[in-house]
Each structure stands twice: as C-alpha cells, then as structure tokens.
C-alpha cells in the first residue's frame, strides 16, 4: 500500500521532470522522421534497433542515477516516517522504471501507429522491438539503482554509470571479438551463444536482427542462433537471461538499501 | 482397325504424304501409330486430347505439332518423347508426368545424339528432367515453359540440361521448380538467352567445363543460388538479372574456375552474396549494379588479375570482402560506391581522394567466421570510423583511387 502511495507521488514528480518529456519527444521525432524518410517501415524498424540498443540503455541508466541522487532528500524524509524500507524501494523503482518505458512504447509506438506501418509482417519485429526496448529499460533502470546506492559521491555514481553503459554497449563486445580470435581453431558456436546470452544489450540485438532477413547475412552462427531461438528452451534462455539482469542488479540494490546508513 | 491403318497408310504412301492428324477415335488415334507412319519430312498434327503412351521414339526428321490442348503423359512411370534423329521439330506439345527415378535420368524430352532439332513452344509439367540433350548438336530450345515440385536436390532433375551437346540456341524459355534451371556440362558454343529461371533448389543456372557459352538478358530469381559458372572459359554474361537469392548460402553469381570472361551490365540485388569469385582470372566485371545485397562481391585471393570498373554499388551490407590480406590481385577501378564520403574539387566527376571498399567488419569476419554474430554492433561501428580515418587492418592495396561521385547508365 505505501509502496503506491510513493509510486503515485512520484509519477507525480515525474510528471513535471522535462526530462523525461524531451526523451518522449525525441523518440517521436526520431520514429517519425524514420518512417517518413527512411524509406518504410522495415528499414525504419531497423535503424531504430541502434536507438534501442544504444540510447534506451543510455537514457535509462544515466537518467536513473541523477533521479536517484537528486531524490536524496525527499528518500531521507520519508525514511523518518513510518514507512517500510521495502516498500519504499519499491515505490522509487517503479515510480522510475515505469514512466521510462512506457515513455518509450509511446514515442516508438505512437509513430507506427499514426502511420499505420506497424501490422501484416512487421508486427512480429515491432513487437520484438518494443519488448526489447522495455525490458532493457528495465534492467538499466536497476542498474541506476544499484550503482547510485554504491556510490555516495555523486561524480563517481555518473561516471559509475557510464561505465555500465559502456561496458555493455562497447567493451563487451570487443571482449567478444578477442575470444573470437583467441580461439579461431575451435568451433565457437556455442560458446558465442553463451557470451550473447549473458549480455541484455546483445542479447536484444540478436533477438531483434533474427526478425529480419538480414540473419542470413550472420552465417552459420546465425543459424545455429536461429534454431537455438527458435524453440521453447531458446525463448526460455533468453526472456529469463533478460529477468535475470533485471532481478539480480534490483535485488543486490534493495539489500543494500535496506542496510544503508543514510 | 489393322486393316484400317494400313488402308490409311497405303493412301499417304499413295499421295504426296504430308500431314498425319492424331487425334483420340480418329483413324490415327496414337501418337506411336503415326511415328510408325511418319517418313522423312513429314508432319504430325497432334490434336486436342491426353494421350498416354509407351515412351515415344523419333527415328525421321519429322515436325511434331500440337494442335490444341494436346497432353501426352508419362504417367509417372516413364521418358515420354525421345529424339534420334535429326531435324526433328517438336512444338506446341504438352508433356506431363514424368515420374521420379533414381536410377535412370528420364526426360519429358531427350534428344539423343541428334542435331538440328527445334524444340520450341511447349508447356512441361512435372518432368523429372524436362529437356535432356545428349551428344546433340545445333539445336534451338526455344519459348517452352518448365514447370517443376522439386523440393530437394537428391529427388530432382534440371528443367534443361545439356551434356556434351554443342551450338544450342535456348532462348525465351521459362523454368522453374527443378534442381538446377539450365545446367550445361561439356557442352560449347551455347547461347542462352530472354530466359527465365526461378525457384529451383540449386541454380539457376550452372555451367560446367563449358567453354565459349554466352548468356545474356536472362532473369535469375528466387533460386537457391543464381548461376554458378565453374571450370569454363570465355564466357559471356551481360545483361541478366539476379534476384533475391536469398539464404545462408546464397549467391547471385558463383564464379569458380573460370578463365577470361566478360561479366558485363548485370544487375545483382538482394542476394546474400552477389558475386562470388574463386580461382577466378582475368575477368572484365563492368558496368553492373550490385544493390542491397549482404556481400556485393566477395573475391578470393587466388582470384587474379580482374578488372572491375564503372560498376554501382549501392545499398549493400559488405560492398567488398577478400580473404587477401595486403596485395590486391584484382584491380578496382572509376566504379560508384554510395559509401563514398569524398570531394572532387576539379569537378571532373571522380572522387579526389581514394575509396576503401572493404570495411574492417568484413576483414574480421573472413578470418573469424562466428564474429559475424556482431552484425549491427555499435562497438564494430565505433571500430569501423576509427579504421577509416586511418586504416591499418583493411587491405592497403584493395582501393579505387578514381571513385565515381555519381553513377550514370551508360
């Protein structure tokens, strides 16, 4: 019950954040413009897989971190009420995780409906799309909270973050090539598989390329993905490879915040 | 009814023979009774009806003509019409139900070792191979449309298949559903043209140790690969379309083994490979358009000695890939790549400075097949604009210094 109560009141504050506004705003543009001079909507779909991948992770670990640093106070306050720490957790995470993403669903979303591009044989990709674009917001939302809880100075938990970022988008998938050359010899089918698993941002990106025709361009290791994805187990692996990044950051967050020292 | 024919033979060898009319409950109510009539130069006017036979065999030069919806059908058990002698014209015939067999390669048509022959305007259904020529010469396949179910290789024929047959004429023909559209082995000197090739399991069309052959202004689509041209010399592709092939392994154009050719005002689009080349020398590539295919080209380093200038490139994932790292034994020459980001400041229409066509991923990818899994990746993006501004792993020698800024049809 009181986790609501801090939900509302934070959908509330939210609402004024111009933030989040802008990040809705650009979405639209970006869909619109795609749609309208990106030469229709598969193509549209994938260049906004780059925006899904990149930004939404960007955003959502950048803009998750300064929220929860500049909600100190206001945390500090409440906690000198009787209010659950559980709850209060809660409250903050999906007073912030929900706004961003359906501020995403609706400024992806709203471009493909207007133009009535989105149904027939694109639904399928749109809407692995717009699932991979909320469930990385979700995850990158509970890493904001996790690395704002770890850091006490503000400048380390934003560079903190970055880091995350960075680390997911770039680093790890030039750890990737690395092992690929490392191990040229030996058949690397599976391990890959593993390696794209084990990150949410590549994960999606596979997910979402398997969608088109372009997988044929991904060769054997394509196919052998294809196939993998293709059954129950594979979908499995992968939405609870996607829970997992969600769940672990949160729940390695909320202990700390129950224990934490404010 | 014996007496009958022979009453009616007696009349045509009586009178100048010309016309012999078959047709179901006429005087002459099979096919096999009027080529037992038939003598040199003499025509059979097949009429409307279905007529299933023993397999037929052409031993004089006689025209074969349908009149009518005229059906002969093998009923899935045998060769429907085969050809041995020459001049033979068969046309306007509907051959069907041929029949799988593995033990025995069975035609809706077989010419063997005939020359001179005209096989045109006929529809064939199901044939397990369609039109089969063997040790036949100068013939004209011309106008007939091939319709196959294949579904694999192993259980399928080729619509027209020609082995040691030399100087055909195949032109305007429509296959497809069938192993490989037209497959050529040891067969020289053929000519293959307006023809279109699509659905069929392996190629659209394959040449092999087939010299001095030319096609042109064919259409290849939708097959499991377009043409596959190996171990030939001087042959000639120009103006021929390959289409959506599309797959893991797909190619527009396979190129293996093949000496001094001319691959000439080509389009290639949305194939998984457009133009594939191994072991491949002194090939003129120009004037083509590569567009919205995965790789456009991928050229091997025992490829030497090529020559690609004036072709477009636009829309493609890899413009070029090579396993050569350093030299370049192919030249790239004055072509249009829409990944050009230079100037030409003398206005002269060609870029100032040089083009790079083959990108770091691709470089990475032929040493490292399973990396192609980072398809898309912003980390490659990243690796990819820092390789540009100043390449180190892309080979140095692989450039067109003469990039066109805009690409015209000439």
Known sequence: MTAVKVLRYELRDLRRSRWLLGYVLLLLALTDALLRFGGGGPRAVLSLMNVVLVFVPLVSVVFGTMYLYGARDFIELLLAQPVGRGSLFAGLYGGLAAPLAIGFLLGVGLPFLWSGQGDGSLAGALAMLLATGVLLTLVFTALAFLVSLLFEDRAKGLGAAILVWLAATVLYDAVIVLVATAFTDYPLELPMLGLIVLNPVDLGRVLLLLQFDTAALMGYTGAVFERFFGTLVGLAVATGALALWCAGPLGLARARFRGKDF | ?410
């Not at chain 2, 074969?64 to 019409?81: I, Y």
């Open chain 2, 1 to 410: 009814m014996g007496s009958a024919v022979l009453m009616f033979a007696l009349i045509l060898a009586a009178a100048p023979p010309r016309r012999i009319v078959v047709a179901p409950g006429g005087p002459v109510p099979t096919v096999t009774a009027a080529l037992r009539l038939a003598r040199p130069g003499d025509t059979v006017v097949v009429t409307a009806g279905i007529y299933r036979e023993p397999r037929l065999e052409v031993r004089v030069p006689v025209t074969l003509l349908g009149a009518g919806d005229a059906v002969l059908d093998g009923g899935g058990a045998h060769e429907v019409l085969t050809i041995r002698a020459d001049d033979v014209t068969v046309r306007g015939l509907t051959i069907r139900n041929v029949g799988t067999s593995f033990t025995d390669d069975r035609a809706g048509i077989r010419i063997d070792g005939a020359r001179g022959c005209v096989i045109a305007d006929n529809r064939l259904l199901d044939t397990f191979f369609g039109i089969y020529a063997e040790r036949a010469d100068d013939c004209v396949v011309s106008g007939n449309v091939i319709e196959g179910r294949a579904r694999r290789q192993t259980t399928s024929g080729n619509a027209i298949h020609l082995f040691y047959s030399t100087g055909f004429t195949v032109t305007g023909n429509r296959v497809s559903g069938h192993r490989d559209g037209i497959y050529l082995e040891f067969s020289h000197r053929v000519s293959i043209r307006d023809n279109e090739s699509h659905g069929n399991v392996r190629y659209g069309l394959h040449f092999m140790f087939s010299d001095s052959c030319e096609y042109r202004r064919n259409v290849f689509s939708s097959n499991a690969s377009g043409v596959a041209v190996m171990y030939s010399r001087s042959v000639t592709m120009v103006g021929n379309r390959f289409e959506d092939n599309w797959g893991p392994a797909a190619y527009g154009l396979l190129l293996k083994e093949i000496k001094d050719s001319r691959i000439e005002g080509n389009l290639l689009a949305r194939n998984t490979v457009g133009l594939f080349a191994e072991s491949a020398d002194r090939l003129v590539v120009e004037r083509n358009q590569f567009l919205r295919n995965g790789w456009a080209v991928r050229i091997m380093a025992n490829a030497t000695d090529n020559s690609f200038r004036w072709n477009r490139f636009e829309g493609n994932t890899f413009d070029v890939a090579t396993n050569s790292q350093g030299s370049s034994p192919s030249t790239f020459a004055e072509n249009y790549w829409d990944g050009y980001a230079g100037y030409d400041l003398d206005r002269d229409g060609f870029g100032d400075t040089p083009f790079r066509p083959v990108r770091l991923f691709s470089v990475i990818v032929e040493q490292n097949e399973p990396t192609l899994i980072l398809l898309r990746s912003f980390f490659l993006d990243l690796l990819e604009a820092a390789e540009r501004v100043m390449p180190v792993l892309t080979p140095e020698a692989l450039v067109d210094s003469r990039p066109l800024m805009h690409w015209r049809v000439s």
